[in-house]
């Protein structure tokens, strides 16, 4: 079968997308996934997103990371698909979607940026000097002074393999406080290496800045490898709502592909 596909990325963190309104794919499997993902013999991306009806929604979002997996939510996946979305004309500069997390809104302003509603968190749990958030997918945070020089591939997966997080696995987030901001890099599960950006992660991060060291603003800066990203959110008695992802989403480019379906 010939599949239409689109390339976008958010802050370096880089995805297929592919208008399945038609339901043209009724089932893909781990293994096709891994195949268009992967950078040598595929297209090569962090993930893959197909873009659903829903009835009751503008869109739906179906979401699988590099290895197959699926059922977590991806920051800047949301943010590339409301671009898609734009692009393909279904909305102009504002949308409410479905993911697997939930229902998510979506604004585009006057930059082309993408301010994403992320969902709200409520459950914050510290382990040792580390937090861990559930910001649609789960985070490890940990605080560094000096992430450069960091092997986040080695460490990552170390923490993500861990006898703590064996179940199921987890996101890991480096964090270094730069200026008024901070400073991310992070290890992706189903990526399963380091990518240039992950947006749930950069929420998660944000808000660990925020509970760790009382930084008292809001709306937190946060660079990553690929790109700045900006988080808001209000705080009360512990729970987070409003919280806002704001980046960019670029189309790169758009191509066939043959894949047995």
Request: charged share 25%.
């Amino acid at each position: 079968m010939t599949l239409h596909f689109y390339k976008f990325h958010g802050t370096g963190n880089d995805f297929i997308l592919i208008d399945n309104r038609d339901l043209k794919i009724k089932n893909i499997n781990p293994e096709q996934i891994k195949y268009l993902c992967h950078r040598n013999f595929g297209i090569g991306a962090d993930g893959l997103m197909l873009l659903n009806n829903h009835e009751d929604f503008d869109f739906e979002m179906e979401y699988y990371n590099s290895d197959g997996s699926g059922g977590a939510m991806c920051g800047n996946g949301g943010r590339c698909i409301v671009a898609f979305a734009k692009k393909l004309g279904i909305i102009q500069n504002s949308t409410k979607f479905i993911a697997s997390d939930g229902s998510h809104e979506a604004f585009i302003n006057e930059l082309g940026e993408i301010k994403l509603k992320m969902i709200d968190v409520q459950e914050i749990q510290t382990k040792q000097n580390n937090l861990f958030i559930n910001t649609g997918a789960p985070h490890h945070i940990e605080f560094n002074d000096n992430i450069a020089e960091l092997n986040v591939f080695e460490k990552g997966k170390a923490i993500r393999n861990s006898i703590e997080y064996k179940d199921k696995g987890t996101n890991v987030n480096f964090v270094q406080i730069k200026g008024k901001g901070i400073e991310i890099r992070t290890y992706e599960r189903g990526v399963e290496n380091e990518t240039l950006a992950c947006g749930t992660g950069a929420v998660a991060s944000a808000i660990s800045y925020y509970i760790k060291y009382k930084s008292g603003s809001q709306n937190i800066n946060v660079k990553t490898l690929g790109g700045d990203l900006q988080v808001s959110f209000i705080e009360n008695e512990n729970k987070y709502t409003n919280i806002y992802l704001t980046g960019s989403a670029e189309f790169v480019y758009q191509g066939t592909v043959e894949i047995e379906i």
